[in-house]
Nanobody
Framework: VQVAESGGGLVQAGGSLRLSCVAS????????VGWYRQVPGNQRELVAN???????NYADSVKGRFTISRDNPKNTVYLQMNSLEVEDTAVYYC???????????????WGQGTQVTVSS
């Protein structure tokens, strides 16, 4: 079972990126998912999360700019990031509660992270 992020890169301030988080392996699907970010020397912070039912929550710093969404048949969660700021530069991690086969037990899994760099 693994979780993999993609979609990071270098973008100018004001630009957009869409991150993807895909869960794979012997799973039924994914339950709640959170996107976190970390700057060297700082603690990892929650950016946004989404429940299995689609309820969302955002850090104040990204409200109105970022949108988290999910595609359940694809076991994928997205983070659409608009109006990016230099302060958004970080490694972004996906944290997914995967639902394991065959008994439906849940396990939290971290992805390896994807770098987002916003230039001024």
């Amino acid at each position: 079972v693994q979780v993999a992020e993609s979609g990071g890169g270098l973008v100018q301030a004001g630009g957009s990126l869409r991150l993807s988080c895909v869960a794979s392996g012997s799973i039924f699907g994914i339950d709640s998912v959170g996107w976190y970010r970390q700057v060297p020397g700082n603690q990892r912070e929650l950016v946004a999360n989404i429940t299995s039912g689609g309820a969302t929550n955002y850090a104040d710093s990204v409200k109105g700019r970022f949108t988290i969404s999910r595609d359940n048949p694809k076991n994928t969660v997205y983070l659409q990031m608009n109006s990016l700021e230099v302060e958004d530069t970080a490694v972004y991690y996906c944290y997914a509660n995967v639902v394991l086969r065959p008994y439906g037990l849940k396990r939290p899994v971290w992805g390896q992270g994807t770098q987002v760099t916003v230039s001024s």
